[in-house]
């Protein structure tokens, strides 16, 4: 079985600092690239920052010099840092990797449940 736990939400005042984690458990053969999306409500979905097994990123520019993403191969898990926070931040955060699990050919995207960031003015 496979899941994607996220950790580190939260209340932060505007122009503070959180920090999101995501582990990855299950029967992966391989991840590639990991990312974090968010939504806001009455909004689509949108892709926040991306990375991918060799370490390119790749941002919205709405995020482009206040959040950066890294990962740790080895413990298949990925991180937001988030500085410089703004109230249109405040949205589900919800990070997602792209694998094959042991035994299968095809690639596929995989999802946490979210974590709530909420940024106050």
């Known amino acids: 079985q496979v899941q994607l736990v996220e950790s580190g939400g939260g209340l932060v005042q505007a122009g503070g600092s959180l920090r999101l984690s995501c582990a990855a458990s299950g029967s992966f053969f391989r991840i590639n690239a990991m990312g974090w999306s968010r939504q806001a409500p009455g909004k689509q979905r949108e892709l926040v920052a991306l990375?991918?097994?060799?370490?390119?990123?790749n941002y919205a520019d709405s995020v482009l010099g206040r959040f950066t993403i890294s990962r740790d191969n080895a413990k298949n898990t990925v991180y937001l840092q988030m500085n410089s926070l703004k109230p249109e931040d405040t949205a589900v955060y919800y990070c997602n990797a792209n694998g094959r699990l042991s035994g299968s050919y095809s690639l596929n995207d995989y999802w946490g449940q979210g974590t709530q960031v909420t940024v106050s003015s």
């Open positions: 990375i991918t097994s060799g370490g390119s990123t």
